[in-house]
């Protein structure tokens, strides 16, 4: 009995032992490697404290955004790629110049300067006057609900969700859309991040010009502002702003690892930010983190199965227009089939684990690299989400079918209230946190350039159409027109 009872043991043993072992060791070696290139030669941070001193912010159309294009291309050039090269598109540049926001009650000339930045997208010129009318959250049923007083007047919303617990927060680009469909002559955004902090980032669904001037005041300023409302309501808006937009020609920079196949795996990040700061968290730390992945692949002379591309988008912050047209160039030349996997980049900060982007079928995959990362690092946590979202360069891919991959990790509260802010600078980078951002990535990345078969496959048009429905993005798409199937 006791001869019996240690062979099952073992018989179990040897089953656990087969299904978890051999992920482990085909990865083993590679992810060791990977992980300790990283952990001694690393240039993510130096090379990101350079961009931020030397160039500044990195706004797509301007000298800056230019000289960062040029300092990432010859990056990549003195890690050893050949096949680096300047991908060229034309834009619409929208660039701020000056805007005033006074407000007082409608039967007095007691005017408050409030500060204010503008939103992008916002018009060329504007001399606004009009009462304020709150639309709290800023959503579809908030419009909803007051359609017959916003018409003429200035919307006052929310940028966060506000006292909604379980809704969906739209994007500020959507929240305007609602505010020009029922009729609004302005918008006022309010910050959620407590204190006088103000946040810019474009207010077109599309990256054009809007109807409606369109600002942002702080958390501070706009809780004043609904207490004035309270006491001495109604109020009245005078927003006088300046503004340029003109066409200029941008550049994505991309670097090619050949594999042994020409089917691709993409990772990018947006190299431009916006200008009211250096933009080191969005997206410095994602745009030089993917540079420092290519770095280490080729120190390490790594020969993939699949073709690697590192891409380096501009005009994110715009519209999504580099990565646009990157894909726009993909499906021109029919290479948009080859493209097994894009694993985007955006304030990715000290991974936990992976977002396979509801894609269900790579959970296993997803589930076995990370137990293999856990190997070499046993304080990776290996979590696991699987929800699509908007709003970053993976969007353009994901709309055409491609497979999408992120990481999940996370940023100090004190990082997060400077998106898109004056105070995104360098100051706010965490050395350790980043480089784990470049190692793990790393790992996964050379996971799906190299193992045998991916789960998923580059979606038919009907099946990406029911995908994004499943995850819940159709009305997100069909406010930011991009819902290109009937409704």
Not at 29 to 51: C, H, I, M
Not at 402 to 420: E, F, K, R, T, W
């Amino acid at each position: 009995m006791k001869k019996i009872v240690q062979v099952v043991l073992i018989g179990g043993f040897i089953v656990m032992f087969a299904g978890f072992r051999p992920i482990e060791k085909k990865w083993e070696k590679p992810f060791s490697r990977l992980d300790s290139e990283v952990r001694k030669n690393s240039k993510a941070y130096q090379t990101l404290g350079e961009a931020t001193k030397t160039i500044g912010h990195r706004l797509t159309g301007s000298v800056n955004g230019e000289k960062a294009e040029e300092y990432a291309f010859q990056l990549l050039k003195s890690y050893g790629f050949t096949d680096v090269a300047f991908q060229p598109f034309e834009v619409e540049a929208w660039m701020r110049d000056t805007v005033t926001l006074s407000i007082a009650p409608s039967s007095s000339d007691n005017f408050r300067e409030v500060p204010v930045v503008s939103l992008a997208h916002s018009p060329v010129e504007s001399k606004l006057q009009g009462e304020i009318v709150d639309v709290g959250n800023g959503l579809e049923e908030d419009f909803e609900a007051i359609k017959e007083r916003i018409k003429g007047k200035v919307a006052l919303a929310n940028i966060n969700l506000v006292g909604s617990p379980g809704k969906k927060n739209l994007h500020r680009s959507e929240k305007t859309a609602l505010a020009i469909k029922y009729g609004a002559t302005g918008v006022i955004m309010v910050n959620g991040a407590p204190g006088k902090i103000l946040l810019t980032g474009t207010a077109s669904v599309t990256g054009a010009i809007i109807s409606i001037p369109a600002v942002c005041i702080s958390n501070e300023s706009g809780g004043e502002l609904r207490k004035w409302l309270k006491e001495e309501g109604p109020l009245e808006a005078h927003i006088d702003m300046h503004n340029i937009s003109k066409p200029i020609k941008a550049r994505n920079v991309i670097a090619t690892l050949r594999g042994k196949t020409d089917e691709k795996v993409i990772i990018g990040g947006h190299l431009d930010s916006w200008d009211l700061a250096t933009g080191a968290i969005d997206n410095g730390i994602g745009s030089f983190a993917v540079m420092d992945i290519a770095r280490t692949f080729k120190a390490l002379k790594l020969k993939p199965e699949r073709t690697i591309q590192f891409v380096l988008f501009m005009g994110e912050e715009q519209g999504l227009l580099g990565s646009k047209h990157f894909v726009g160039e993909l499906k021109k030349s029919g290479e948009i089939n080859k493209v097994s996997y894009m694993m985007n980049l955006d304030m990715t900060n000290d991974p936990k684990g992976v977002n396979a982007f509801g894609r269900d079928e790579m959970n296993e995959f997803f589930t076995g690299v990370g137990s293999a990362i856990q190997h070499v690092d046993q304080s990776f946590k290996n979590e696991s989400s699987n929800r699509a979202g908007l709003h970053s360069d993976h969007q353009p891919f994901m709309l055409e079918g491609v497979p999408i991959a992120g990481l999940s990790g996370h940023l100090d509260p004190n990082v997060l209230q400077c998106y898109h802010a004056d105070c995104d600078d360098f100051s706010l980078v965490n050395k350790d946190q980043f480089e784990n951002t470049v190692r793990i990535a790393s790992m996964y990345l050379y996971a799906l350039a190299n193992t045998e078969t991916i789960a998923v496959s580059k979606l038919s048009d009907t099946k990406t159409r029911d995908f994004l429905i499943s995850q819940g993005l159709k009305e997100e798409l069909v406010i930011g027109q991009e819902w290109r199937w009937e409704q």
